[in-house]
């Protein structure tokens, strides 16, 4: 899968939810690897700031993004619909300290990202598979976030407030494409008896009943309701039930659930890259997702390169009488047994290490240990695998080593181990001539990795 960026900009305005500042918000296309930026085009030299967990500087009702004393609020929407449509590059300008709140929810980001269409660029998506389960709980709060293996990414959260209108609740998203059917319009919300205090705390200025589920959930006198009208700017109402008071009903009857499902995508987001895992979240909120995404992030970011995914059980994409008919090496020099990955720009091969490969003997006879020139080598033929594949009469050709640079041994391979051979091109073919980067992994470690400069000739 290519990455993708917006096939053209778009530009949403409205009232930011904390400063009630009128605020326009415009999304560009961005190139290959830049990932998400945030651009404050009101303030002199127009600084970014990237969109990562590590510049998260506060989550006091909302993801705050900040850099050098630069910051942009209530970014968790925005980066929810962006995640969902699987866009990988994109740059934001604002002209304000926050993010739009528009109607409470992120459907108006993504009705836009459906109206300009995506592109596919050059590069390859950078997905980030989780191979083992992670889990952070944050022992004040009793919240818990866990994310499992999976072949794609999905969430379930589970909510839990002290309120007699607001129960426990969950919410599930098997798949992103159902991102904006069963999620998108989950607006946020907030309970009467928060709202003087956030007001205290010089939040929730641009706050009303088009922009939040306002919810009561504990009685008060009719002067405190008059006061907090006022303070809002709303007229009086009478409050004699407890329920939500918003003129428009709820979406779902889970919508709190679903909305708080949305911030965790937003949040994870900044974790930088795609993710292929199964995130369960029992009470979440900004500050225990920000912790979540950093823990992960550091696993990312201590990742250069990972490991293939490899199952035995599955059928060979090529087997070994069909990397035969492809490569001209026999015994006992053929060093890959099948192919488990292959397109047009890289290849996926296994060669399963066994005490009786023919140079064990020699090397060593105390201390078997494959030798690095074979590693190589073996990388070379999964190369050759992926070159000579999509030729019509590959049998009529072979490939020959020109160069090999930046190779670098990182630890032994010995009898027993199954090396997997990840391979792929630099850059197209041009005149015969194929360059390629190599890595050799055993389990979840690169042993070995290489890059290498082939050519492809007629056999005479």
Request: proline share 5%; net charge negative.
């Amino acid at each position: 899968m290519k990455q993708l960026t917006l096939q053209a900009p778009f530009t949403l305005s409205g009232k930011g939810l904390h400063s009630g500042m009128d605020i326009t918000a415009t999304f560009l296309p961005a190139e290959d690897g830049r990932g998400y930026r945030f651009r404050r085009v009101d303030l002199e030299g127009q600084p970014e700031i990237e969109a990562v967990a590590e510049n998260v500087i506060e989550t006091t009702r909302g993801t705050v993004l900040g850099k050098n004393g630069v910051k942009v609020s209530t970014i968790e929407h925005a980066m929810a619909a962006l995640y969902a449509a699987g866009v990988d590059n994109c740059i934001i300008e604002v002209n304000g300290p926050e993010m739009p709140i528009l109607d409470g929810s992120a459907i108006k980001y993504v009705e836009k990202l459906e109206e300009v269409g995506l592109v596919e660029q050059k590069e390859d998506k950078d997905f980030y598979i989780i191979k083992e389960k992670m889990r952070f709980k944050d022992e004040q709060t009793g919240s818990v976030l866990t994310i499992y293996p999976d072949d794609h990414f999905s969430v379930e959260v589970m909510v839990e407030y002290n309120s007699k209108v607001l129960p426990n609740q969950f919410a599930v998203l098997d798949e992103l494409t159902e991102f904006k059917q069963e999620v998108a319009s989950a607006r946020t919300f907030v309970f009467v008896r928060e709202i003087e205090a956030l007001l205290q705390y010089g939040l929730i200025k641009g706050g009303d009943l088009d922009n939040a589920i306002v919810i009561y959930d504990e009685q008060v006198s009719q002067d405190r309701i008059d006061h907090i009208c006022d303070l809002v700017g709303v007229p009086h109402m009478s409050l004699d039930k407890l329920g939500y008071i918003n003129p428009q009903p709820l979406k779902w009857d889970n919508e709190p659930a679903r909305h708080k499902l949305m911030d965790v995508i937003g949040d994870l987001a900044l974790i930088g890259r795609p993710i292929k895992g199964r995130v369960v979240a029992i009470r979440p909120g900004h500050t225990v997702n920000n912790k979540f995404t950093r823990m992960v992030r550091k696993e990312v970011r201590h990742t250069e390169f990972q490991s293939p995914s490899y199952n035995p059980n599955v059928e060979p994409i090529i087997d070994v009488n069909g990397i035969r008919k492809l490569l001209p090496h026999r015994y006992p020099f053929l060093l890959i047994d099948k192919v488990i990955e292959i397109d047009r720009k890289h290849c996926v091969a296994v060669k399963n290490v066994t005490v009786n490969e023919p140079f064990f003997p020699g090397h060593f006879p105390q201390e078997p240990v494959m030798p690095g020139v074979l590693q190589v080598e073996a990388m070379a033929q999964a190369a050759g695998v992926l070159v000579l594949n999509y030729l019509e009469e590959p049998e009529k050709y072979s490939t020959y080593f020109l160069k090999i640079d930046n190779v670098k041994f990182r630890q032994k391979v010995v009898p027993g181990s199954t090396l997997l051979l990840n391979v792929s091109l630099m850059t197209e073919i041009r005149r015969g001539c194929a360059v390629v980067k190599g890595y050799a992994f055993v389990g979840e470690k690169i042993v070995c990795e290489a890059e290498f400069m082939a050519q492809i000739i007629k056999n005479k």
